[in-house]
């Protein structure tokens, strides 16, 4: 760095200069720990196991298939070719009508065509990242709070507070009662709250839950409705994972309920914020989206698409492609089964060795409970077992307390971003790792260590909570040191 | 809308309620007006022609020809199909690496291969809206103040001011020596905002000029880097008309004045914007740039990225294309030639009715002086004036005081976003304006009025400074009215 820090503090600004971001966390450290040493069947077999990342990759054979015959949905073909100017030269922050069209539909379908949503409130954002961001910028101010149940995504506190300078107040969930967000927890987080004098402007929800992998009732909905629309207070639905639901109970959305003919409940104070990262997903893509029912958060969030608007080439592709019905309805159903499917042997392969996980419906990953496996129930132990998972067991999952669980020994771990084979090979490793003996790369091995003496081995690393040097791990020859938050969105 | 404003004024954020967007600007009404009744040359021959847009049309045959010699570039191809899975799931907040080689590539060449850039600094965001409010979040907080020359781009209230919280400080240029920056008014506006108490963090110059055209010469940006340097202040250039320079003087880039050998400049400070969407003529696409010699700005603006990625469908086929040296350097040199060629034939048509413009080498517009067209040198005759253009003549140009031009009577024109036939006709529609019998549409006609008659004819609208009621003017049948900020960047 060419500035001395406090030089730095004084010329560049708090954000730059502070650690608000949030990427000092065990989460991102994982990815780091993955980035440094990535397993490849072949390359390196003992390389550590991304199962950190939320991704879904088991479906893009579909769209390939789709994209091969379908040449002129893209404007880069002969085929398609003619269309490139008018769709490169684009920039109307209302995006192109066909994709907002097209993208309602797609809402529509993924919440099993049970409600509709008007293409003229569908707001362009940059990934859900983006979309996260402009809804707080919209509902409130600097020093205001949202309530968030709490486990949650670790990167809300990028995404909802670094830039705009909101807080999050978690209402904690607990395992007694299977997570179930409580309205006891949730008066006394909001009561203590205004006693602290801190203006709460809403209630944020992540529905299917990140990273508990269950979704919320009619009726845990309708009270959470109740609860906010009684203060006054906005509830914002995170509902990207709504298409990654693989088992019953099915999906309700937040709209279902508004569109509920009894419902009385005040619409203005409602918003979604939906991406195709998951449920199609195509991170890379950038496609966020704002849904608000109320016209002037449309109005605002808008305005704000300036800064995130989704290419105009990507925006032209997906509206082709999400106008074909036959298509989609394939596509969800096809993929809910291969999420199912694979949901279900690896939960299985974690039974049979005696790891239980949260039962859930939803999501590309699993709440895993350890909590047998810690020598102390509390976050210090819960970090030790990470390490070692981490490190001996070469697989990055993600601790609970990186979620801000406040129960130690909970761990989420992604199961929808690799294939057959590396599912099997974790799986071997975790069998390994609480002493069953297991078949891995085509040999018979033993248990060579038990839980406890996993627990006691060396650290092949001396872990401090911040786990590595940013410039050690660093991949390129650069001045500028890869951070560990490299995903925009997991 | 469901609430009343007052109710709102409680419920949604400051940013939601109040007017600091700046779209109240005849910036924009004049875009809402061409929206309203569009140009076309056969289905609506008297519509509004469009000069209010910075659009680069000129070279889409070039870019539509490499696309479709080169197939395997897109991930929507037979050829390219193999990549599209890596692609669409890569949302690394650093970008592909072959996109910012690419990249740092073309920076070079649209600065004449005299001087070089890192990948390693080029940092991604939304086009230049996001790139210019990157920069800001990074080096200034809420109520900070940046200095800016006027005339400068209306939309750097929204991309420079609104959710940063940040003040710009005009720099007023005057037509006296063809609108210079001059030290004597720098300072003026740095010392009274030092009096006001106003924190100044920086300096931000479009380089070449929107609106002026002009480009600054290497002494003016050595003494603009004194001046900032001497204060330990940031020095931004917005530089993504570089390579719209179509005449001499070349254009000099910052960063060739740091990278003089004699240079004793503190890089820290000096950071540039780019973006594709003006050199390229690719606004659809999305691609800003924030490129600092400050380490920190590297990493904080890095992770800014996640708010507004680039498509990674548009980074790999950028790449690609931007990657082939053979092409970069004929696009720039035809397009140069073409831009060239288009100004010097519609300045020559404005000369032969006594229309000057501020002699230019660069951009995408003329700066128009109509000042013996005003009936008082005020920035209310120059209203009336506009009002005429926009209304009788039929042509969407800026008035120069939303630029924040003191001097009443200047207007931006553009000049690229067209074909040759649409120029001829605003060339016809001008020389009938200032009374100079015309060819139009192959008909020969009459002045039917002089330039007094127009201007004392009666509107066809009542105008208030808010031309039209934006529901008047939605074109959807929506709850959401159509905003006239509808381009993301001009």
Redesign the interface.
């Known amino acids: ?3 001395e ?1 406090e030089k ?1 503090n004084s ?7 502070n650690e608000e ?1 949030g ?1 000092n966390s065990p989460y991102f450290d994982g990815w780091k720990a993955y980035d440094n040493d990535p397993f490849h069947p072949l390359k390196n077999p003992n390389g550590v196991i991304q199962m950190g990342l939320a ?1 879904n ?1 088991l479906c ?1 054979d579909l ?2 298939d789709w ?2 015959r379908n ?1 002129k ?2 404007i ?3 085929e398609g ?1 003619k269309s ?2 008018g ?8 995006g192109l009508p066909e994709f907002r069209r097209a993208i309602a539909k797609f809402m529509e379908k993924t919440r099993g065509g049970r409600v509709s949503f ?1 293409p ?2 569908v707001v362009m954002a ?2 859900a ?2 979309a996260n ?1 402009t809804i707080i ?6 020093g ?1 709070a949202f309530l968030v149940p709490s486990p949650y995504y670790p990167a809300f506190n ?2 909802l507070r670094w ?1 705009t300078g909101v807080q999050l107040i978690p209402i904690p969930c607990e395992s007694s009662n299977s997570f179930k967000i409580t309205t006891k927890a949730m008066k006394e987080a909001y009561e203590n709250a205004i006693k602290a004098n801190i203006r709460v ?1 809403g209630l944020i929800l992540t529905n299917p839950s990140n990273p508990l992998g269950t979704t919320l009732d009619r009726d845990t909905l309708k009270s959470l409705l109740n609860f906010t629309n009684e203060r ?1 207070i ?1 509830l914002v639905c995170d509902e990207i994972y709504a298409a990654t639901v693989f088992n019953t109970p099915q999906f309700v959305s937040i709209a279902e309920i508004l569109n509920d003919e009894k419902s009385n409940f ?4 409602v918003h979604i914020v939906y991406s195709l ?1 998951k449920d199609m ?6 496609i966020g989206i704002v849904y608000s ?8 969030a ?13 925006q032209h ?1 997906l509206a082709k492609m999400l106008s074909d019905e036959e298509f989609v309805a394939n596509f969800l159903c096809e993929s809910s089964m291969r999420l199912g499917k694979r949901h279900k042997h690896f939960t299985n392969g974690l039974e049979q060795v005696g790891i239980k996980c949260l039962k859930s419906n939803s999501g590309l990953f699993c709440w895993m409970d350890l909590r047998h496996l810690l020598e102390n129930s509390t976050l210090d132990s819960e970090m030790s077992l990470w390490r070692v998972i981490i490190n001996d067991v070469r697989l990055n999952v993600s601790p609970g307390s990186s979620f801000d669980c406040q129960e130690p020994g909970w761990f989420r771990v992604c199961f929808a971003n690799m294939d057959d084979e590396t599912v099997e090979v974790a799986l071997a490793r975790i069998r390994r790792f609480v002493g069953v003996g297991v078949k891995e790369n085509g040999e018979e091995t033993k248990p060579v260590k038990n839980k406890e003496q996993w627990k006691k081995s060396n650290l092949r690393v001396s872990f401090s909570k911040r786990m590595y040097d940013e410039s050690v791990l660093s991949p ?1 020859s ?6 560990p ?5 997991t």
């Open positions: 760095m060419g500035f820090s730095n010329v560049l600004s708090k954000l730059a200069t971001h990427e991704e990759q893009f769209i390939e994209i091969k040449p949905a893209s880069c073909t002969t070719i490139f100017r769709i490169a030269n684009f920039q109307d922050y209302h008007d003229d409130r940059g990934g990242t983006g961001e910028f919209c509902l409130a101010d600097a205001d990028r995404d830039r402007k006054n906005h005040n619409k203005d104070l990262s997903g195509l991170p890379g893509f950038r029912y109320n016209d002037a958060v449309v109005n605002c808008r305005k704000m698409s300036s800064f995130g608007l989704v290419s105009t080439q990507t592709l390129l650069s001045p500028i040191p890869h951070s938050l490299v995903r925009a969105r």
